[in-house]
């Protein structure tokens, strides 16, 4: 069975910094694309960043290039979202999923998503 649980999230003021882990199981990094997408209040869900399974090149959009990180630990079966400079407008319920395809501006590729953090950045 496939399963992500996500971690990390929390309150922090503008400028700090959370880091967001996502333990998965079920599978391996190799079978899946796996990316965090984000819906704040009264929005549609938004992708932030996508992990290619094949040679796990990273994709951010635009809005968090130079401040957050995607990263994974084969070992620990484990990927991390890096934020930081965190600013009011990253404030949302933040999802790690996978799928066969990973693309920021749709998540129809995604067929297994966990139940989410919430990450709230105040000014």
């Known amino acids: 069975e496939v399963q992500l649980v996500e971690s990390g999230g929390g309150l922090v003021q503008a400028g700090g910094s959370l880091r967001l882990s996502c333990a998965v199981s079920?599978?391996?990094?190799?079978?899946?694309?796996i990316g965090w997408f984000r819906q704040a209040p009264g929005k549609e869900r938004e992708g932030v960043s996508c992990?290619?399974?094949?040679?796990?090149?990273?994709y951010y959009t635009d809005s968090v290039k130079g401040r957050f990180t995607f990263s994974s630990d084969n070992a620990k079966n484990t990927v991390y979202l890096q934020m930081n400079s965190l600013k009011p407008e990253d404030t949302a319920v933040y999802y790690c999923?996978?799928?066969?395809?990973?693309?920021?501006?749709?998540?129809?590729?995604?067929?297994?998503w966990g139940q989410g953090t919430q990450v709230t950045v105040s000014s």
């Open positions: 999923a996978a799928g066969d395809v990973c693309v920021l501006y749709s998540d129809s590729g995604l067929d297994y």
């Open positions: 079920g599978f391996t990094f190799d079978d899946y694309a």
């Open positions: 992990i290619s399974p094949s040679d796990g090149s990273t």
